[in-house]
């Protein structure tokens, strides 16, 4: 897949969130790495991202936890990738070469020009409202 880790409990973490019926009421760490599936001791590193970059607040305490600081149909999942340094927006060249372009094309700049275009259009049109509309899954996963 095209995400790392980090980015991939960011996405999980973030669904739980937006998913859940209350979204004013915290949910507590414990909670989301069982719910979202990340383990325990990642759940802390990927929220972290996740505050410094505005997307949800963390309380300490009884009754603390994280929870979304915007709604869910104004989180992009751009906005997500960024919080976790993986920029789909990144100009970076699939061969190594630094960045480049239509005028300096490494051999697969054709090729790797469109995934990038499409999987950007997808991560900016993309938004937790998704989730927030189809919570059912959440019921039955594992």
Same mark, same amino acid.
Request: proline share 6%.
């Given at each position: ?31 989301l ?7 325990g ?6 929220m972290?991202?996740? %505050? %410094?970059?505005? $997307? ?29 340094? $993986?920029?789909p ?20 700049h054709p090729?790797?020009?469109? $995934? ?14 998704? %989730? ?11």
């Amino acid at each position: 897949m095209l995400l790392n880790q980090t980015a991939e409990y960011a996405f999980r973490a973030m669904a739980y969130l937006a998913s859940r019926a209350d979204l004013d009421s915290a949910v507590p760490s414990a909670e989301l790495a069982e719910a979202a599936n990340i383990p325990g001791h990642y759940v802390s590193k990927v929220m972290r991202r996740l %505050v %410094v970059a505005g $997307l949800v607040s963390s309380q300490r305490g009884h009754g603390g936890g994280f929870r979304l600081l915007k709604e869910p149909r104004e989180i992009s999942f751009s906005t997500i990738l960024q919080a976790t340094d $993986l920029d789909p927006r990144n100009q970076r060249c699939a061969f190594g070469f630094g960045q480049c372009d239509a005028e300096r094309p490494c051999h697969l700049h054709p090729a790797w020009s469109r $995934l990038k275009e499409s999987f950007n259009g997808w991560a900016e049109s993309t938004t937790l409202a998704s %989730v927030h509309d189809n919570p059912e899954p959440w019921k039955d996963a594992p």
